[in-house]
């Protein structure tokens, strides 16, 4: 379910979904039935001009996993701001998208794990930083490239992370 309302020069779109998810245990994912149960979100979309031609975009939500296995079970805190900017060259119309964004995700899992720490549940947060570019080609089709760094910080090791992702792709706008 979700509202739109514009107000004060912003965009306001609060949301909530709740997913109904259903997993089947195989011989590569033999625990996998202990991910069954409602996944709900509860979400404050908002955005505005800056500047001509360059805007704010961030949404704050609130995630909580109820698992059927109890240590797949999480509340979650997120936060997310992008900064789109769109710009053309000198003599030529066509726009590009510059778009730095940043976010984070706290994760406190219900109860421990058994498999990796009897004693202790999981508590992580998720830091994550991106820039991305859309290239227009021609009409509605673009390039689409990103880079983003992400660092998982978790009070078990197994579970702290660093990644750098690039990824490019055809996009096409409407």
């Known amino acids: 379910m979700t509202f739109h309302a514009n107000a004060l020069g912003i965009a306001w779109d609060p949301f909530v979904e709740v997913i109904q998810q259903s997993f089947r245990n195989s011989d590569v994912y033999p625990l996998a039935s202990g991910l069954r149960?409602?996944?709900t979100t509860a979400a404050l979309q908002?955005?505005?001009p800056i500047v001509s031609g360059w805007y704010w975009q961030t949404r704050i939500a609130y995630q909580r996993e109820d698992a059927l296995f109890n240590p797949f079970g999480?509340?979650?805190?997120a936060a997310d701001l992008w900064l789109p900017w769109n710009f053309s060259f000198p003599g030529d119309q066509r726009v590009w998208t510059l778009t730095p964004s940043f976010g984070v995700i706290d994760w406190v899992y219900f109860a421990p794990d058994p498999s990796i720490n009897p004693a202790v549940a999981q508590h992580s947060v998720?830091?994550?930083v991106a820039l991305g570019l859309d290239i227009p080609l021609i009409d509605q089709l673009y390039l689409g490239a990103r880079v983003q760094y992400l660092t998982i910080v978790s009070n078990l090791s197994v579970f702290n992370m660093r990644d750098l992702q690039v990824s490019a792709g055809p996009t096409l706008k409407f």
């Open 37 to 39: 149960g409602p996944l």
């Open 46 to 48: 908002a955005s505005g």
């Open 74 to 77: 999480y509340n979650a805190f």
């Open 126 to 128: 998720e830091w994550r």
